[in-house]
């Protein structure tokens, strides 16, 4: 072995902390085990000690010491015996480790099929759920929960899907020939079957109904399937045979008087250019037009009185006239040659 140089020693596969290892101390050859230089090292290079080092351990630059007290490590910036080194905190280690220093701040125990999730001051676990396919439900500034989602157990063939609820799907079956609307709370229907001809007509404050569309007036309507025809017959002109004394106007309509007294009938307060009237004379007690105010007829070159005074009498029980509106409300005028002789006032 005299002779032996050291790189030429077998190399140690697995070293224990007992083994035995050549060292010069003082000039003098001796063995020391490889504890020795381990605990050499812990006491040069990283301390513990119970409380604040500074004042009470000695030190060199870059040393470091574990506070096993408060759980803080100290580095030594300024070397020197126990009553000089400085030693700075190098870190605060307090477990669980704070959310800022990118800990739990919570000790936390394992829950298999747990949720972490934050509360407003550390780490939590959601336990897990004993229900399979459940989903988690935001609790807003709360926690978390599991829910269970709620959907149609089953759908029937072209049934539609809507919210019956707050966060309830419910089917709603179809209806043969039907349109879709809503009652005066929102909640959806189906309407009746529908027939030739037949529109869904809105009801204020009620749920729309189906109707179909009345012709009047010499307006006739026919309804077949997928089509309204709407045609005029006649002049067009809805007729009123007026058997009392007094009737009041409409626009576009024509008027037969029979009456044995005289009907007075007044013109519409509101007429726009172009509306027209006519009246018809049936009854022996003969007819008169009575105005509104601020209304006139001009007959010919004669013109009424304008206002309530104002008026056209007929003379003889088969009398006739027409009558247009020339200027909106106020004036009007005969439009086709009188029947009879006329009284103007």
């Given at each position: 072995m005299a002779n032996e140089k050291f790189t030429q020693l077998p190399t140690v596969v697995t070293a224990l902390m007992a083994d035995i290892i050549a060292a010069?101390?003082?000039?003098?050859?001796?063995?020391?085990?490889?504890?020795?230089?381990f605990t050499l090292f812990l006491a040069n290079v990283i301390l513990n000690n119970a409380g604040n080092p500074n004042g009470s351990v000695a030190g060199v630059v870059y040393q470091l010491c574990w506070d096993r007290t408060n759980s803080i490590l100290y580095v030594c910036t300024t070397s020197g015996n126990a009553a000089t080194a400085v030693w700075t905190v190098g870190g605060s280690f307090a477990f669980p480790l704070a959310l800022a220093s990118g800990g739990t701040s919570k000790a936390l125990v394992a829950a298999d099929g747990g949720i972490v999730y934050s509360d407003a001051n550390s780490m939590e676990?959601?336990?897990p759920t004993v229900t399979a396919g459940q989903m988690l439900r935001s609790g807003s500034s709360t926690a978390p929960a599991w829910s269970t989602a709620t959907f149609p157990a089953t759908t029937s063939i072209n049934q539609l899907l809507y919210s019956s609820a707050a966060n309830v799907v419910g089917g709603l079956a179809t209806a043969?020939?039907?349109?879709?609307?809503?009652?005066?709370?929102?909640?959806?229907?189906?309407?009746a079957s529908m027939t030739n001809g037949q529109l869904l007509i809105g009801?204020?404050?009620?749920?729309?109904?189906?109707?179909?569309?009345?012709?009047?007036?010499?307006?006739?309507i026919i309804n077949t399937a997928g089509a309204i025809t709407v045609s005029g017959s006649g002049s067009g002109y809805g007729w009123t045979e007026v058997t009392g004394t007094t009737q009041a106007m409409a626009v576009n309509n024509g008027y037969i008087a029979n009456n044995a007294a005289l009907v007075t009938l007044t013109l519409p307060a509101t007429a726009a250019v172009g509306d027209t009237f006519i009246i018809q004379g049936k009854g022996a007690g003969l007819f008169r037009i009575a105005q509104n105010?601020?209304?006139?007829?001009?007959?010919?070159?004669?013109?009424t009185t304008t206002g309530v005074g104002g008026s056209i009498t007929a003379t003889n029980r088969y009398d006739s006239l027409e009558i247009i509106c020339i200027t909106a409300?106020?004036?009007?005028?005969?439009?086709?040659g009188a029947q009879?002789?006329?009284t103007v006032v």
């Open positions: 010069v101390q003082g000039g003098v050859s001796s063995q020391e085990t490889l504890q020795q230089v676990i959601l336990a043969n020939s039907a349109v879709l609307s809503t009652s005066s709370t929102g909640v959806p229907a189906w309407s009801s204020t404050g009620a749920t729309p109904v189906l109707a179909t569309l009345t012709g009047a007036g010499g307006i006739s105010a601020s209304q006139t007829i001009n007959f010919g070159s004669s013109p409300n106020n004036d009007f005028a005969v439009l086709t009879g002789i006329l």
